[in-house]
T-cell receptor, first 115, second 111 residues
Framework: DTEVTQTPKHLVMGMTNKKSLKCEQH?????MYWYKQKAKKPPELMFV???????INESVPSRFSPECPNSSLLNLHLHALQPEDSALYLC??????????????FGPGTRLTVL | EDQVTQSPEALRLQEGESSSLNCSYT??????LFWYRQDPGKGPEFLFT?????EEKEKERLKATLTKKESFLHITAPKPEDSATYLC????????????WGAGTKLIIKP
């Protein structure tokens, strides 16, 4: 099973709302990622969790708050977003450092629209 | 500076017309080069990993090759369902996680 699942598929929120994106993988991977992708651009790394600890925060604004409850789950909490945060949010996972292959497997994404 | 350049930006082919996509890279020690396919509004789908010059991987109508400076994704006798954006990314030796992405090549196969 090489599947990463994400919910919801689509999300529309106002600038004062609080919402969460969810991601799950059952491949036994120990690294999980959040990416943001704008139209006609490659994915842009936001956060990396390795062995359930935050390893990388690419200077992401605090209105985005990641959480890794366990090795299979990854959440992204959203609060007071701006219209320019509208994008496709992608979750990915990989085996983790020192575990062999480094390829990242992506979920289908959540299309986020901020009004 | 580490960077990845993909060419062409877009490629239109007739069904059955074979061609190649290019990914040129500059990186301080290559850990791996990755090819992905992305359909509109979907997440990237992993295709291949290449680790060292001379390596080749194949899957159906796709074949990826690697030299010390570039990778090619050869597509043989493409079908309309091969239409997608193809993304190339590299991982440097000193990185456990970060990928350096190319801008992608949009491939359109006309029936």
């Amino acid at each position: 099973d090489t599947e990463v699942t994400q919910t919801p598929k689509h999300l529309v929120m106002g600038m004062t709302n609080k919402k969460s994106l969810k991601c799950e993988q059952h491949m036994g991977h120990r690294a999980m990622y959040w990416y943001k992708q704008k139209a006609k651009k490659p994915p842009e790394l936001m956060f990396v969790y390795s062995y359930e600890k935050l390893s990388i925060n690419e200077s992401v604004p605090s209105r985005f708050s990641p959480e890794c409850p366990n090795s299979s789950l990854l959440n992204l909490h959203l609060h007071a977003l701006q219209p320019e945060d509208s994008a496709l949010y992608l979750c990915a996972s990989s085996q983790g450092p020192g575990q062999g292959n480094n390829e990242q497997f992506f979920g289908p994404g959540t299309r986020l629209t901020v009004l | 500076e580490d960077q990845v350049t993909q060419s062409p930006e877009a490629l239109r082919l007739q069904e059955g017309e074979s061609s190649s996509l290019n990914c040129s890279y500059t990186v301080s020690g290559l850990r791996g080069l990755f090819w992905y396919r992305q359909d509109p509004g979907k997440g990237p789908e992993f295709l291949f990993t290449l680790y060292s010059a001379g390596e080749e991987k194949e899957k159906e109508r796709l074949k990826a090759t690697l030299t010390k400076k570039e990778s090619f994704l050869h597509i043989t006798a493409p079908k309309p369902e091969d239409s997608a954006t193809y993304l190339c990314a590299v991982q440097a030796h000193d990185s456990n996680y970060q990928l350096i992405w190319g801008a992608g090549t949009k491939l359109i196969i006309k029936p």
